[in-house]
Structures are given as C-alpha cells and as structure tokens.
C-alpha cells in the first residue's frame, strides 16, 4: 500500500466538506473541523483535489506531467455540464470517420506522446488506470509490425486452406475456421499477395504510426477501460489534423500468436485491445455521414 497518497494541507483546509462528499470510498472525512485521510480505500481518482475550493489536497500518485502537453496548451478551469456547444462536440465526433489513405509525411513523437496523455483522460473501473500504450513513431516501425502480422495470417490462411480438418472441426462444434475460410479468407489472400508482390499494405493503408492500446493485468473492466482511452485518441487525432483507422485484424493477431506481440515489445502479461494507426490523411470529405436507424429499448420498472 503507498503511503502518504492524499496530502492534506490543514492549514489551508477550511473543512467545508465538499472532499467527504464527493469521495467515492469514503477516503476523506471530517475529523475536529478538518479533512483528514481516514481509510485506505482510495482509487486515486482526484475527486477531493479537484473539488477543493482552498487546493489544500494533494493526490501524490497523480502526475501532473501527464496533463502537461507539449503541442498544444490545455485549459486547467474544470467546464461544468452543459457549458459546452454539443453541436461542435457532435461536428466532431461525425467528422472523424476510418481513414485508408496516408500522405508520406511523418507523424511527430511530440504529437504521438499528447495523444496517450488525451487518452488517459477517459475513465476507467475503478480509477485502476491499468492502461498501456505502445508506440510505432515511424513508417519503419509500422512496416514491420505489418510484416509479423502478415506472417500469422499466411499461416493462418495455410491452415484455412485444409478442406478436411476444416469440415472436422465444424462437424465437433468448433466452426471457427471454417467461418473464417468464408467471410475473411478470399481477401486475405488478395491482399497477401500484394503485400508480398508489390508492397502494397491493405493492412496499415501506408499509416506512418501506430499506437496499441493494453492493459495490464487486474484491471476491473480492462477491455471498456481500453476503448475509452481509444475513444479518445481518435477524436483527439482528428483535432490535430490526422486521420486514423482501428486495426481489428492486427488485435486477433496478437491475440492467437503471442509472438506478434512479443516482436513490437509487449510482456505476456498484458492484453490487447486496439491497434490504432495514424497518419497525415490524403483524404477529403465535403459532409459528415450518418448511421443506420437504431431503435433504443426501454425499461420503466
């Protein structure tokens, strides 16, 4: 257990309260007219630090660094609800769309690191924070994560291939393959073959960096907590004027063969989640697009 992980300034405390009231675990509490930290429950959240009018709490295993940003400057004043244009917020989130056209032109290390720090913003169970973040900074990089996941899939697809041992595998229940060799199969190949022939990457679609989104074991809820921070990151890109696109064949990869994983220097331990690539997009939309018709089903008790 860390010590010392709430410090309070009693000097400066006023013992308004407002830290025991919104203390999700009962961490904080009131003790001869001062806040005090009473339990070891803490999530680290930041709630009291955030909440405190006087700034007499510290949250120590916060680190400011992490919301310090080194392309852009970041307001500090908290926005409270509804002090924000929903129209601009919903402008943005329309206008982000999958992008499979990259220019050559590099992605800056300074702009990759702001974006896992915007992804960190999201909320995660239990304010775990268990979250990683790998980074492809180059064209380089990407190419030859490209290549250990076009390994897998050539195996894969040499495995698909076997006609018997797929209908032996549906015939005991385990139809996998055989759904796999319908629906995926054809367009693997094709583009294996490029890849190989001509260097054609229908995989990566030329991006020229990658961040691969984990987490490390004990998290609550690692998979949510992970598509969040992901959430996040592709807004954030589309604001600084890069498009993005998520991987899912790059995800089953490194899921089934833990050596694709171990190649771009992720431990065992963790899983993954997202692979998102990036890039300068040589792309231009002229309106945002809408979705299928969605009926939402209610509950009244």
């Known amino acids: 257990m860390e010590e010392n992980r709430i410090e309070i300034d009693r000097d400066l405390c006023t013992g308004c309260g407002l830290c025991e009231t919104v203390c999700p675990t009962g961490t904080i509490s009131i003790v001869e007219g001062k806040a005090t930290a009473s339990a070891e429950e803490s999530i680290l959240c930041g709630h009291c630090e955030a909440v405190c009018p006087q700034e007499a709490i510290r949250v120590t295993a916060i680190d400011e660094k992490m919301s310090q940003y080194e392309t ?15 129209s601009l917020l919903v402008q943005l989130m ?31 169970g239990t304010s775990c924070q268990f979250w990683t973040f790998t980074i492809l900074p180059t064209r380089k990089a990407v190419t030859a994560f490209a290549g250990h996941v076009a390994n897998y899939y050539s195996r894969l697809n040499a495995t698909a291939e076997k ?31 490029e890849w190989h022939g001509s260097g ?61 994983r171990r190649a771009i220097g992720i431990p065992a331990e963790e899983e993954v989640h997202t692979v998102i690539v ?7 939309y002229q309106r945002v697009s809408g979705r299928k018709r969605v009926t939402p089903r209610y509950f009244e008790g």
Request: aromatic letters at 8%; proline letters at 6%.
């Open 72 to 86: 852009f400057t970041a307001e500090k004043q908290w926005l409270p609800p509804g002090n924000y244009n929903t």
């Open 94 to 124: 329309a206008s982000c769309r999958s992008c499979r056209h990259f220019t050559d032109r590099p992605v800056e290390r300074a702009v990759l690191e702001d974006l896992v720090k915007i992804g960190i913003t999201a909320p995660s």
């Open 163 to 193: 006609t018997l041992l797929r209908s032996f595998l549906k015939l005991i229940g385990k139809g996998e393959l055989d759904a796999y060799y319908r629906c995926y199969y054809p367009r693997v190949k094709e583009g294996l073959e």
């Open 200 to 260: 054609k990457d229908r995989l990566f679609h030329g991006s020229t960096a990658a961040i691969v989104v984990g987490s490390k074991p004990g998290a609550s809820c690692p998979a949510e907590d992970a598509l969040l921070a992901t959430q996040n990151i592709l807004l954030a890109a589309h604001s600084m004027g890069l498009g993005s696109c998520l991987i899912g064949f790059a995800v089953v990869a490194m899921k089934r063969d833990p050596s694709v």
């Open 278 to 284: 990036l890039g300068y997009p040589d792309e231009v």
